[in-house]
């Protein structure tokens, strides 16, 4: 079957269906396409939370579905391919997690939302990366936290914070992990003229934000403005440091309201089909071509079509598991 065929019998199977198509901003243009939603993983699930839909067709990775899942407990999550996992997701598993816990007992729990329900379910507050300094700011001082498993997101919110009882633990993501300080540093020199949004989750934020915080004229935003992020403008040496640390979502709404001409995106490729679609008059110009995340594009329109022809492959969480990371996820959507 060609492209348009499979999106009109996808259409036809979704009104079928009563379903509902949610595409993660790193999915591919024609699986985007498709979708009634995209956004970043909490969008999704907030929408998923809203639909009427009897089905939810998941394009993201495992963990997403999961979510969804969590959430919405009595809807049919489906993902058109299991083997999405996440890279960074999979570093921890809930037994190391038990593990890091017993040696730090007093400690609060945060996770960061790629994890699975299994670590969900351990933890106090998940968060996200729009809501990542927020959650850690309401947690009273005197509490070490233990923040997992983004490395790169938890010395941000540290350095943000200035928050000295963390201890992160030591994942990545492999797509973010390689965005190197030296790779932002070039492309600054290239494009002086440019706005640089960048992903917390990225290999050079650590370094950015120091680099943007100690003396190069530049300044991070310490206030938290409800997308804890921070930002940096100024110059050193001719660079340009026109900067923004920004979620995926705080990066579309970045794009829409900047008055920018060009604009360099530091995070998986897959969200500047989204960004030109949406602001045609600007150029994105991603840092590099290589921020590619292989289990994003797993999701075909193919597999989208055949998810909905034979209903597979539902993602149901255990209630008990589901019960205890529902309740990390509502503690964060009640700081926000
Ligand atoms: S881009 Fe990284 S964090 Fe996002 S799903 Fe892929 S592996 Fe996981």
Same mark, same amino acid.
């Given at each position: ?141 005197? @509490?070490?936290?233990? $923040? *997992?498993?983004?490395?790169?997101? /938890?010395?941000?919110?540290?350095? =943000?914070?200035?928050?000295? !009882? ?25 494009? @002086?003229?440019?706005? $640089? *949004?960048?992903?917390?989750?990225? /290999?050079?934020?650590?370094?950015? =934000?120091?680099?943007?915080? !100690? ?29 923004? $640390? *920004? ?90």
């Amino acid at each position: 079957m060609g492209e348009v065929d499979l999106k009109q019998e996808i259409a036809r199977l979704k009104r079928e269906r009563d379903a509902v198509i949610l595409a993660h901003n790193y999915q591919l243009p024609e699986v985007q396409d498709v979708a009634d939603f995209i956004g970043d993983s909490l969008a999704l699930s907030q929408k998923a939370a809203s639909t009427d839909a009897k089905v939810i067709v998941f394009c993201g990775v495992h963990f997403m579905a999961e979510t969804a899942s969590i959430i919405c407990p009595d809807k049919r999550v489906l993902i058109p391919d299991l083997e999405a996992g996440c890279s960074l997701a999979s570093t921890i598993t809930a037994e190391q997690l038990k593990a890091w816990k017993n040696e730090h007992p007093d400690a609060v729990t945060v996770c960061y939302i790629n994890t699975s329900a299994d670590v969900k379910a351990e933890c106090d507050y998940c968060c996200t990366s729009s809501n990542a300094v927020k959650v850690v700011k309401s947690i009273p001082e005197d @509490r070490p936290v233990l $923040f *997992l498993p983004d490395m790169f997101l /938890g010395a941000y919110v540290a350095e =943000v914070t200035r928050r000295k !009882n963390m201890y992160i633990w030591p994942g990545e993501c492999h797509v973010h992990a390689g965005i190197r300080p030296s790779l932002v540093l070039e492309m600054l020199k290239t494009y @002086r003229d440019a706005e $640089f *949004l960048i992903h917390p989750e990225c /290999g050079c934020t650590t370094s950015m =934000v120091y680099y943007f915080g !100690n003396g190069n004229g530049c300044a991070v935003n310490n206030n938290s403005n409800g997308n804890g992020n921070g930002h940096g403008n100024g110059h050193d040496n001719g660079i340009s440091c026109n900067v923004k $640390f *920004l979620s995926t979502e705080g990066m579309m709404r970045y794009a829409r309201q900047s008055s920018a001409r060009r604009l360099i995106v530091a995070t998986e490729v897959g969200i500047l089909y989204r960004m030109k679609k949406e602001n045609p008059e600007k150029e994105f110009i991603p840092i590099s071509s290589d921020a590619v995340c292989k289990y994003m594009k797993m999701i075909t329109l193919e597999k989208v079509y055949r998810s909905l022809r034979d209903m597979v492959y539902e993602v149901k969480v255990q209630q008990d598991t589901a019960r205890r990371a529902r309740r990390a996820i509502e503690r964060m959507l009640a700081i926000n």
